[in-house]
Antibody, heavy 123, light 108 residues
Framework: EVQLLESGGGLVQPGGSLRLSCAAS????????MSWVRQAPGKGLEWVSA????????YYADSLKGRFTISRDNSKNTLYLQMNSLRAEDTAVYYC????????????????WGQGTLVTVSS | DIQMTQSPSSLSASVGDRVTITCRAT??????LNWYQQKPGKAPKLLIY???SLQSGVPSRFSGSGSGTDFTLTISSLQPEDFATYYC??????????FGQGTKVEIK
C-alpha cells in the first residue's frame, strides 16, 4: 500500500525557515518523480515544485522566486522541501504527491497524496 | 505560464442530477488535463487523467472529455458522496503545472 506521510510543519515567524519531509513507502521511491502542492486556508490547490526520481531535475513555481528548494534522499525514501524567507502568504497545508512517471513530463498526474502538513507563517 | 479557469466556481445540485464542470486553458494543452476531487480536510483524489481516462476505482458516473483548450467533467447522476470541490490540472510539457481555481458542488 502506497503511503506518504508529511511532517515538519508548524508555526514560523516571517523571514524564517522550515524544512518539510515526506516519508514514502509501498512503492519503489526512486522510480517516481514527486511533487509538492500547497493549499492556503479556504483556497485552491497550488503546484509548488517537482523533482525527478533521480533528483537531477527540479522544477518550481515561478511565484516562489528561489526561496524554496526541493530535494530527495532515495536511500531514506524521503522527499524534502526547504523553505526560506517565509512570508505570510506561504501559510498553507503542504501536500506531497507521487507522480506517475520517473521524470516530470507531459501527461503526468498525481496518483497518491499525503495527508498534508500545515505551515503557519505569523509573528 | 498556462492558466486554467473553471466554471462555475460553485453550484448547487440535487442527488440524481447530471452535473457538468468546465475547465479552459489559456493555450492548447492537447489532452494533458487531469481532474481531482477534494473533500473538506482531506487530500485531493485523482478522478480522471489525460482528459478522459477514468482512474482505477473511480465510479463510472464520472467522465471527462475535451482536448485543446476546453474540457469537461461530468457526473451523470450525482450521489451524496460526490459533494466536494473539483479541480482541473494541466500537465502540458514539463512543469510548472497549474490547477484551476476549483468548483464546489453543494447540496441543493
Amino acid at each position: 500500500e502506497v503511503q506518504l506521510l508529511e511532517s515538519g510543519g508548524g508555526l514560523v515567524q516571517p523571514g524564517g525557515s522550515l524544512r518539510l519531509s515526506c516519508a514514502a513507502s509501498g512503492f519503489t521511491f526512486s522510480s517516481y518523480a514527486m511533487s509538492w502542492v500547497r493549499q492556503a486556508p479556504g483556497k485552491g490547490l497550488e503546484w509548488v515544485s517537482a523533482i525527478s526520481g533521480s533528483g537531477r531535475n527540479t522544477y518550481y513555481a515561478d511565484s516562489l522566486k528561489g526561496r524554496f528548494t526541493i530535494s530527495r534522499d532515495n536511500s531514506k525514501n524521503t522527499l524534502y522541501l526547504q523553505m526560506n524567507s517565509l512570508r505570510a502568504e506561504d501559510t498553507a497545508v503542504y501536500y506531497c504527491a507521487k507522480d506517475l512517471n520517473l521524470i516530470a513530463v507531459a501527461g503526468d498526474y498525481f496518483d497518491y497524496w499525503g495527508q498534508g502538513t500545515l505551515v503557519t507563517v505569523s509573528s | 505560464d498556462i492558466q486554467m479557469t473553471q466554471s462555475p466556481s460553485s453550484l448547487s445540485a440535487s442527488v440524481g442530477d447530471r452535473v457538468t464542470i468546465t475547465c479552459r486553458a489559456t493555450q492548447s494543452i492537447n489532452s494533458f488535463l487531469n481532474w481531482y476531487q477534494q473533500k473538506p480536510g482531506k487530500a485531493p483524489k485523482l478522478l480522471i487523467y489525460t482528459a478522459s481516462s477514468l482512474q482505477s476505482g473511480v465510479p463510472s458516473r464520472f467522465s471527462g472529455s475535451g482536448s485543446g483548450t476546453d474540457f469537461t467533467l461530468t457526473i451523470s447522476s450525482l450521489q451524496p458522496e460526490d459533494f466536494a470541490t473539483y479541480y482541473c490540472q494541466q500537465t502540458y510539457s514539463t512543469p510548472p503545472w497549474t490547477f484551476g481555481q476549483g468548483t464546489k458542488v453543494e447540496i441543493k
